[in-house]
């Protein structure tokens, strides 16, 4: 019972902070607020169960859908419920929904994107001479790392991420929260709520805004799963904000077209890193063609923690791809490991 009081109250002050910050726009209050949503997910506990239902223990949803070989069901946004997601999550490992954000949301991320990784950048600059606090508010509101958590920013990882063309979403005060609102307004919260049957949280870690360079070498498949704690549920969703994929000239993901419900032996046979799965394993078990969508800037595609996918690596890719990648659990079953954030 304390602990459900804890995470009522950490949600309650959540709640009054994002409502000041509506009222007053003052950076100090939206730095506050995501300090808070950070703080109050580390009451976000897997064993407390907050979950109104088990959706792994009903029957199976109907398969709505029948792409062909190597894609996946593709749908419109207002297509979009949690039976259509549902539907194309259990039966086909991911779904693809047209102009989840308008033309202009997802510009305005890129921009967005181009901002913070200035401030990235000036923040490095002035806390290589010591004056990171110094820096004016504007600054601080599109990038921060967050204060009195030396644990939580992995030493280096801040600008490990930064030159990687990452930036962990939750470090740009101002634009996760423009994120939050444009996801609300969008209703993404029912959505998550009927497919989860349970509250969603977001992850700290895995939840970045990106600018990424065409890549000079093929990029290794990996299911994010093998990054998170065992028995979790997990919904990522992946928004372009750039037109790329199959026919452009910036690159966008390849993935095998089918539901898995396992991870897959890492790191064997010509595997690159521990973690990952090597294009000699992907071609022996997976038979048929891989999916390599086309995206328009503002198609999203979600999957989830079993999905095997690599960021797709060809001559033609040779313009940067901007994305936003949001990693979402439900609080009974989230991956504690990935540092749960309060939405
Ligand atoms: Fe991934």
């Known amino acids: 019972m304390a602990a459900i009081r804890a995470a009522e109250a950490a949600a309650d002050k959540v709640a009054a902070l994002a409502g000041t910050w509506r009222q007053t726009g003052a950076a100090g209050d939206l730095l506050r607020l995501r300090d808070e949503r950070i703080r109050a997910g580390a009451v976000v506990d897997a064993a407390l169960d907050t979950a109104w239902g088990d959706r792994h223990a009903e029957p199976a949803p109907p398969d709505l859908f029948r792409p062909a070989p190597g894609e996946l069901p593709d749908i419109a946004l207002s297509a979009l419920t949690p039976d259509t997601l549902a539907s194309a999550m259990h039966h086909h490992g991911a779904l693809i929904v047209r102009g989840f954000f308008t033309p202009r949301a997802a510009l305005d991320f890129r921009t967005d994107i181009d901002a913070v990784q200035a401030a990235l950048q000036g923040y490095l600059d002035a806390r290589a001479e010591g004056r990171e606090d110094d820096r004016p508010t504007s600054q601080k509101t599109l990038f921060q790392p967050v204060p009195k958590s030396g644990g939580l920013h992995k030493g280096a990882a801040t600008a490990f991420l930064g030159m990687s063309g990452a930036v962990g979403t939750m470090l740009s005060p101002l634009v996760s929260q423009r994120l939050l609102d444009r996801?609300?307004?969008?209703?993404?919260?029912?959505?998550?709520?009927?497919?989860?049957?349970?509250?969603?949280?977001?992850?700290?870690?895995?939840?970045?805004?990106?600018?990424?360079?065409?890549?000079?070498?093929?990029?290794?498949?990996?299911q994010d799963g093998a990054f998170m704690d065992a028995g979790?549920?997990?919904?990522?969703?992946?928004?372009?904000?750039?037109?790329?994929?199959?026919?452009?000239?910036?690159?966008?993901?390849?993935?095998?077209?089918?539901?898995?419900?396992?991870?897959?032996?890492?790191?064997?046979?010509?595997?690159?890193?521990?973690?990952?799965?090597?294009?000699?394993?992907?071609?022996?078990?997976?038979?048929?063609?891989?999916?390599?969508?086309?995206?328009?800037?503002?198609?999203?595609?979600?999957?989830?923690?079993?999905?095997?996918?690599?960021?797709?690596?060809?001559?033609?890719f040779t313009r940067a791809r901007y994305a936003i990648e949001t990693w979402f659990f439900p609080k009974s079953r989230c991956a504690v490991n990935q540092i749960p954030v309060l939405w």
Request: hydrophobic fraction near 40%; proline fraction near 7%.
């Open 232 to 316: 979790i549920d997990s919904l990522n969703l992946w928004v372009a904000l750039s037109t790329c994929g199959a026919g452009t000239d910036s690159p966008g993901m390849d993935l095998v077209p089918q539901r898995l419900r396992h991870i897959v032996q890492p790191g064997t046979n010509g595997a690159l890193f521990k973690w990952s799965v090597s294009g000699a394993t992907v071609a022996e078990d997976f038979a048929g063609p891989l999916a390599r969508p086309r995206f328009e800037a503002g198609d999203a595609l979600f999957f989830d923690h079993f999905n095997l996918h690599a960021t797709s690596s060809a001559p033609e």
């Open 183 to 222: 996801f609300e307004t969008l209703g993404l919260r029912g959505l998550l709520q009927g497919y989860f049957r349970d509250e969603p949280c977001l992850s700290f870690y895995k939840s970045v805004l990106r600018r990424a360079e065409p890549l000079q070498h093929p990029a290794e498949w990996h």
